[in-house]
């Protein structure tokens, strides 16, 4: 048992990590940048960005398969791995709206990152939407998988280069450094040692939480087809 | 029997939109007064706007007309005569035919709301052929992305609910691009990073283009 399920204790102790590191680790306080403690949040808030990509780009990858019949059940593991990156990605708005509120004065001032982030939660909404409009289990899995595909493609451009050519209150906007999540440079090796852990095991606790979902699903599904 | 080329068999396709249209002529007319409504309702409820608004609201406009004019499109044909154009034409003519048709729709109803938009609101464009190349370019990117939803609409029940929910926040970004670079037609402002933007706006299109190609084939394989 121990065995099989590595990752899930490599996801524990990653988070224990995270949750007692993340809080007595010495932060950098570099003169005119008022961030003080609040940088903590950037072992919370950020690694949820990294995982709901992840775990959408695991959802995109389910749904390709899906339409090549390659994996009976990959439409549930499409819908379930995007299920978790949206409760991931409402996860990261909700700490993002933290520490904007401490930060930048308001939970939303429509920061374009912010705006592209509730533009990915709208967009898989519109998923499951579409995905429960339809009661045929086939063409469910088609049409879905289709749309995923196609959302998969429009949404990325959105978060990865529409955030670059605007001004922004995140690091990496127009005339900074960095990428669209965050400016690499500026990480000092503390930052690191908690900051990658902090990736690997939420995005591991997200795959958890699908795991168990989609093992839920399939129970469900077997049952309704035996009866 | 002739072998017809992938070129003709999309002309021929379009033909047969086009002929369609003209000869329903109830729809089209249907399409352009939800649009003169649209704006004749905006005139009422603000007067004459400012340019930015005037370009806001133009852009919303088009979104509108745009659902409506190409929401139909998959959804007036039933299912076996789409069975019957597929099995003559096959899927990638099929949807090639329909994206040329509906940016052609869409390119004169672009016209059209300029001119309405000009008559109720006022005009306060001041490089009126930039705005006629950005609205088109526009106009084409809406017809492009909402053909390509109406077929996945077509398969879904509550079809014309679903194309506004999935569609809206896929054009979010297009929207936003639209919207930066069309100020640039307003003043005589400079716009930071133009060229970037335009890139970007025809790349995305493209990318719907080409993924509306390779994707339409499995929604249709029943």
Redesign the interface.
Known sequence: MMKQSWWKWLAFIFLMYTCIAGFLVKVPEPPGVPLKESIRNFFFHVPMWFSMMILLGVSFWYSILALNKKHPYADFYAHVYAQTGVLFGCAGIATGAIWANYQWGSPWSGDPKQNGAAIAILIYLAYFVLRGAITDIDKRGKVAAVYNIFAFFMLFPTLWILPRLTTSLHPGGQGSEGNPALNGADMTPTLRMVFYPAVIGWTLLGTWISTLFIRVKILQEKKLSNV | MKKVSFLQTVIALVKKDAQLELRQQYALYGVILYMASTIFVIYLLHGRPEATMWNSLFWISQLFAATNAIAKSFLQESKGKLLYYYTISGAVPLITSKIIFHVGLMLCMNLISILLFALFLGNPVLYLPYFLLLSSAGAMGLAILFT?LAA?AA????QAA?MA??G???L??QL??LQKLSLVAFSSVVQ??FW??WG?LL??QF??VA?AVI?FP??W??
């Open positions: 390509f996945i398969k879904a029940q509550q679903i929910i999935m809206f926040p896929l979010i970004p936003l691009l930071q990073g970037q933007l970007t790349g995305f990318l719907v993924l994707l499995f929604l394989k029943d």
